[in-house]
C-alpha cells in the first residue's frame, strides 16, 4: 500500500525535534514510502544548494537497513567521537495492526456486516497511523543529520542521499551486527569499569549522573505511557463494537424504544473516532516524545563514555610513560601517545560539553512544543465529545 | 353516598386473600367487573382496607376499567376513591374466591366471557395505564453486616415514601437482609393469580461474593460487591412497587412494612439454579410438548419470536459494555502508574520550568486516573447492570409465555379428559348399568367446569401476558431512555471536568524556558 502525506500531515507530524530543516542549503524529506509485505521502502528527497552533491535534487529509494548502517558507520568514525550521533529509527513495528488484522479475520463470521466494515476501517486507520509514525522517525533522522554542522558533511551521508543504486549493504550488515553486538558487550563492560572512574571536571560528572538518572526515568515513563494509550485505543474498539451491537438491537426493535437505540448507537460511532483521535495523539505528543528523547539520551550516553574511554587511555598511556621512563626505553614513542591520548580526550571533552549543552536546550525546547500541543489536543478533543453528548442527551430529552 | 348495607355480602375470607383476588378481577376481566356493579350494589361494609368507604355508586363504572389499572385512576376522584377500588375489589373478589375453590360448582352466575379479548378494550386499557402515577418511592441503603463469622449477612434499609392509604404511614422503614427479597420473589412467582405477569427478579445469589463480605467488609471487592448488590435490590424493588398488580399484593405490603418478617426458608430452591436457569428448565420442557399449538392470533408467536432476538443482541451489548469496563479500569490503573512514573522524571528534571510542568503533568494525569475510575463505575452501575437486569426480564417475559403453554396443555388435557369420561358414559350407557352411570355423570360434570375453568384461566393468562408485555415495553423504553441519558450526562461532566485540568495545565507548559 502506498502512502502519500502531503504538507498539512507532514507538519502535523514533525512533533519531536525541532529546529530542523531550516537551513535552505541542505533540506531532505521522506514525501512517500512504499510498504510490500514486511518491507517498508522510502522515498529519500533531498534538496540543495550545496556543490559537493552532483544534483540540486535528488531522490532515492531506500530501506530500513540502510538507515541503520548510516548510523552505525557514523557511530564507528572516530573523528565524530565527541558528538551526539542521533538514535537510529526503530524498525517498522506492524505487529499490532498485523494481529488485529488477523484477530478481525477470525472473527468476521460472528460480526455483522457493519461491524466488520468498521472493525476494518479502524485497523486500517492504525496501520496508516503506524506507517506514517515510522516514515516520521526516518525523516527526522536524516533531518537530525542535515542541520548537524559537522555530520551534515559527512561522507556517507552524502553516499546516503545521492546514490541512486541499491546500497547493497546486506552482507555489510550482517557482519556490522556482529560487530555490533560485541561493541555492545564491551560498552557495558565499559559502563561499568567508568561509573567508578574519578571525573575530572565537574560540568560531566554533574552530566553523568543527571544522565544516567533521567535515563532509568525516562525509560521507565516511556513503558508505561506506551501501556496506558493502548488501553485507550482498546476503549476507542470497544466503542465500535458498542455502536453495531446497538444498531442490531435498534433494526429489531419495534417499540418507542427503536429511535432511543438509534441515536445511541450513531453517538457511539462518533465517539470512538474521537477516542481514537486522543489515544494517536496522545501517542504521537507523549509516548513518542519520551521515547525519542530515551534513545536521545542514550546516544548523549554513548558520547560520555567515550570520553571516559579516552580518558581511561590517557591514564593508561600516562602510566606508560611513566613506566618508559623508570625503563629509560622507548620514551619518545611512549610521550607522543600520552599527548595523543590527551589531545582526543580534550578533543571529546569540549565538543561533548557543546554536545550535551545543545542538547539540554533542544531537550527542553521539544517538551515545550509536545506537551502544549498535547493539552491543546486533549482539550480540542474532549470539547468535542462534549459536543457530541450534549447533543445525543438535547434529542433524547426532547423525544 | 351510598347507604347501609343494601346485600349482605358473601362471609369474607381472610386479608391475605384479598390480594389475590384483586389480581384476579384485575386482569381484565371488566367485562365482569361490569356485570358484578351495574347489578349489584355497593357494599361498603364490606371494606377491608381500613378506611370507611362511602361509595357513589355512579361511579362504579368509571371506575371499572380503571381499576385494572392499579390504585389511582384520575386525580379528580374523591378522597375515598383508593377505598373505593378496593371495596369494589373485595366485593367482587370474595365472589370469585368462592368460584374459584370449589370448581365442582359451575360459574353460571357471570356471563362467558369472549374467548379473544376485543381489541377495544385492551386499547382502552393502554390509554388508562397512561394516566397512571404511582406514588410509591422506594429505595435501599445502608448496608450493614450483622453478626459474624460464616453466620453473618447484610441488613439492608428499606425506605418507603407513599402518599397510598393502604399504608400504615406516609414513610417508614424496615431493615431486611437478601434471603428476605428472595423469599418475596418465590412467595409471588407462585401465585396462580400472578400467572401471566412479568414479575421483576431479584439479583442472583453469590456465594463468593459474600463468603467475601462474611470474611470483611473493608477490601474494596467487598465494597463493590455490596453496593452493586444494594442498587440491584433498590431497582429490582423499583420495579415491583411500579407494577400495578404488584403494588397491592399484601406479601409486597408486609415486605415494605412490617417490622419483623418471618426468615424466608425455601429460598434454597433459588440457590443452585439462579433465576434464569430456572426459567430456561420450564421452556425447555415447554418446548418438549408434543401437541403444537394452533394460534389463531400470531402475536403470541411473533412477540415471543422478538423477545428471543432482543434477549439475544442485549447479553451481546452486556459482553461488550462488560469488555468496556475492564479496559477502562485497566486504563485507570495504567494511568496512575504512568502518573507515578512521571513525577519520578520530574523529580529527575534539572531544568526548574520544565521539571515544574513535568510534575504538574503527573497530578493532571492523576486527576485523569480518577475520572476514569469514576467513568468505570459509571460504565458498570448504569449501564452494564441494568443491561443485565434486563437480560433477565426478558427471560421472565419468555416464562410469561411458557405459563400461558402449560395453561393451554392443561385446557387441552382436560378436555382429553372429558371426552374419555364422555366414552366412558356411552359404554355405560350401552351396557346399561345405572349405579355407575350415575357418578360417570357426576365426573362428566366434573370435568366439564374443569375445561371451562382452564379454558378461561388460558384466556385470562393470554390476556395478560399481553397486557404485561404492552406495559413491560413501556416501562422499558422509559427506564432505558432515562438510564442512558443519566449515562451520558456521567460522561459529559467527565469530559467536561477534563477539559479543566488540561486547561489548567496548559500555561505551566507553556511556561516552559
Known amino acids: ?399 | 353516598m351510598a347507604s347501609g348495607t343494601s346485600r349482605n355480602p358473601p362471609p369474607f375470607p381472610t386479608n391475605d386473600e384479598t390480594g389475590e383476588g384483586l389480581s384476579n378481577l384485575a386482569d381484565g376481566d371488566s367485562d365482569e367487573g361490569e356485570d358484578i356493579f351495574v347489578s349489584n350494589s355497593m357494599s361498603p361494609g364490606v371494606c377491608q382496607p381500613v378506611r370507611g368507604g362511602e361509595l357513589p355508586a355512579g361511579d362504579a363504572s368509571s371506575h371499572t376499567s380503571a381499576q385494572s389499572n392499579g390504585v389511582h385512576s384520575d386525580e379528580d376522584n374523591d378522597l375515598f376513591s383508593d377505598a373505593q377500588l378496593s371495596t369494589d375489589k373485595s366485593g367482587s373478589s370474595s365472589q370469585k374466591e368462592l368460584s374459584s375453590s370449589s370448581s365442582s360448582r359451575p360459574i353460571s352466575s357471570f356471563s362467558p366471557r369472549p374467548a379473544a379479548m376485543p381489541t377495544t378494550s385492551l386499547e382502552q386499557l393502554e390509554e388508562e395505564e397512561d394516566k397512571d402515577t404511582f406514588d410509591v418511592d422506594v429505595a435501599v441503603t445502608n448496608p450493614e453486616k450483622v453478626g459474624d463469622g460464616m453466620n453473618a449477612y447484610v441488613a439492608y434499609r428499606v425506605s418507603t415514601r407513599t402518599s397510598l392509604p393502604m399504608f400504615k404511614n406516609r414513610t417508614f422503614s424496615v431493615r431486611r437482609r437478601f434471603s428476605d427479597f428472595l423469599g418475596l420473589y418465590e412467595k409471588l412467582s407462585v401465585k396462580q393469580s400472578l400467572h401471566g405477569c412479568i414479575i421483576p427478579l431479584p439479583p442472583e445469589k453469590s456465594v463468593v461474593g459474600m463468603t467475601k463480605v462474611k470474611v470483611g467488609m473493608d477490601d474494596p471487592s467487598s465494597v463493590e460487591f455490596v453496593e452493586r448488590r444494594r442498587a440491584a435490590l433498590e431497582r429490582y424493588l423499583q420495579r415491583v412497587v411500579a407494577h400495578p398488580l404488584l403494588i397491592q399484593d399484601p406479601d409486597v405490603r408486609e415486605f415494605l412494612e412490617k417490622e419483623d418478617l418471618p426468615r424466608a426458608s425455601n429460598t434454597q430452591a433459588l440457590s443452585g439454579a439462579g433465576f434464569l436457569k430456572m426459567i430456561n428448565k420450564a421452556s425447555e420442557a415447554v418446548n418438549k410438548m408434543t401437541i403444537k399449538m394452533n394460534e389463531s392470533d400470531t402475536w403470541f408467536e411473533d412477540k415471543l419470536q422478538e423477545v428471543e432476538n432482543e434477549e439475544q443482541q442485549l447479553r451481546k451489548l452486556h459482553a461488550v459494555v462488560d469488555s468496556l469496563v475492564n479496559h477502562r479500569k485497566e486504563l485507570c490503573g495504567n494511568t496512575a502508574v504512568f502518573a507515578k512514573s512521571m513525577a519520578m522524571l520530574g523529580n529527575s528534571e534539572d531544568n526548574t520550568a520544565l521539571s515544574r510542568a513535568l510534575s504538574q503533568l503527573a497530578e493532571v494525569e492523576d486527576k485523569m486516573e480518577q475520572l476514569h475510575q469514576e467513568q468505570a463505575s459509571s460504565d458498570f452501575f448504569i449501564f452494564a447492570e441494568v443491561l443485565a437486569d434486563y437480560i433477565r426480564l426478558l427471560g421472565a417475559v419468555r416464562g410469561c409465555f411458557d405459563q400461558r403453554m402449560r395453561a393451554w396443555q392443561r385446557w387441552q388435557e382436560a378436555q382429553s379428559s372429558l371426552q374419555k369420561k364422555r366414552e366412558v358414559e356411552a359404554k355405560l350407557l350401552w351396557a346399561n348399568k345405572p349405579d355407575k352411570l350415575q357418578q360417570a355423570k357426576e365426573e362428566i360434570t366434573e370435568w366439564e367446569a374443569k375445561v371451562t375453568q382452564y379454558e378461561r384461566d388460558f384466556d385470562r393468562i393470554g390476556m395478560t401476558v399481553r397486557k404485561e408485555v404492552l406495559r413491560f415495553e413501556k416501562e422499558k423504553t422509559k427506564d432505558l431512555k432515562t438510564q442512558i441519558i443519566k449515562y451520558l450526562e456521567s460522561m459529559l461532566q467527565s469530559q467536561q471536568r477534563l477539559i479543566k485540568f488540561w486547561e489548567a495545565f496548559l500555561p505551566e507548559a507553556k511556561a516552559i524556558a
Not at chain 1, 541499491?166 to 556482529?178: C, G, H, I, T, Y
Not at chain 1, 550535551?356 to 531537550?363: I, M, P
Open chain 1, 1 to 399: 500500500m502506498t502512502a502519500t502525506l502531503d504538507d498539512r500531515d507532514k507538519e502535523k507530524m514533525r512533533s519531536v525535534s525541532v529546529d530542523l530543516n531550516h537551513d535552505a542549503s541542505l533540506l531532505i524529506d521522506i514525501p512517500d514510502a512504499l510498504c510490500e509485505r514486511d518491507k517498508v521502502k522510502f522515498t529519500v528527497h533531498t534538496k540543495t544548494t550545496l556543490t559537493a552533491f552532483q544534483k540540486p535534487e535528488i531522490s532515492v529509494p531506500r530501506q530500513h537497513e540502510d538507515f541503520i548502517w548510516l548510523h552505525d558507520t557514523l557511530v564507528e568514525t572516530e573523528d565524530y567521537a565527541g558528538l551526539i550521533i542521533p538514535p537510529a529509527p526503530p524498525k517498522p513495528d506492524f505487529e499490532s495492526p498485523r494481529e488485529k488484522m488477523h484477530k478481525l479475520g477470525e472473527g468476521e463470521a460472528t460480526m455483522t456486516k457493519e461491524e466488520y466494515t468498521k472493525m476494518k476501517q479502524e485497523l486500517e486507520a492504525e496501520y496508516l497511523a503506524v506507517f506514517k509514525k515510522t516514515v516520521q522517525v526516518h525523516e527526522v533522522f536524516l533531518q537530525r543529520l542535515s542541520s548537524h554542522p559537522i555530520l551534515s558533511k559527512d561522507r556517507n551521508f552524502q553516499i546516503f542521499l545521492e546514490y541512486d543504486q541499491d546500497l547493497s549493504v546486506r552482507r555489510k550488515n550482517a557482519k556490522e551486527m556482529f560487530g555490533g553486538f560485541f561493541k555492545n558487550m564491551v560498552k557495558s563492560a565499559d559502563e561499568v569499569l567508568i561509573s567508578g572512574i574519578k571525573e575530572v571536571d565537574d560540568f560531566f560528572e554533574q552530566e553523568k549522573t543527571f544522565l544516567l538518572d533521567y535515563y532509568s526515568k525516562i525509560k521507565d515513563s516511556t513503558a508505561k505511557a506506551e501501556k496506558m494509550t493502548r488501553t485507550h485505543k482498546n476503549i476507542a474498539d470497544d466503542y465500535i463494537q458498542i455502536s453495531a451491537t446497538l444498531n442490531g438491537l435498534s433494526a429489531e426493535d419495534t417499540t418507542a424504544n427503536r429511535k432511543h437505540m438509534e441515536k445511541l448507537s450513531d453517538l457511539f460511532e462518533k465517539l470512538r473516532k474521537v477516542e481514537g483521535r486522543v489515544a494517536s495523539d496522545q501517542e504521537l505528543k507523549l509516548t513518542e516524545l519520551l521515547r525519542y528523547y530515551m534513545r536521545d539520551i542514550q546516544a548523549a550516553k554513548d558520547l560520555l563514555y567515550r570520553r571516559a574511554r579516552a580518558l581511561v587511555d590517557y591514564e593508561n598511556s600516562n602510566k606508560a610513560l611513566d613506566k618508559a621512563r623508570l625503563k629509560s626505553k622507548d620514551i619518545p614513542q611512549a610521550e607522543e601517545h600520552q599527548q595523543q591520548c590527551l589531545q582526543k580526550f580534550d578533543k571529546l571533552s569540549e565538543s561533548g560539553k557543546k554536545e550535551l549543552t545543545s542538547f539540554k536546550g533542544r531537550r527542553v525546547v521539544a517538551f515545550r512544543k509536545n506537551l502544549v500541543e498535547m493539552a491543546e489536543l486533549e482539550i480540542k478533543h474532549a470539547k468535542n465529545n462534549v459536543a457530541l453528548l450534549q447533543g445525543c442527551i438535547e434529542l433524547l430529552k426532547n423525544n
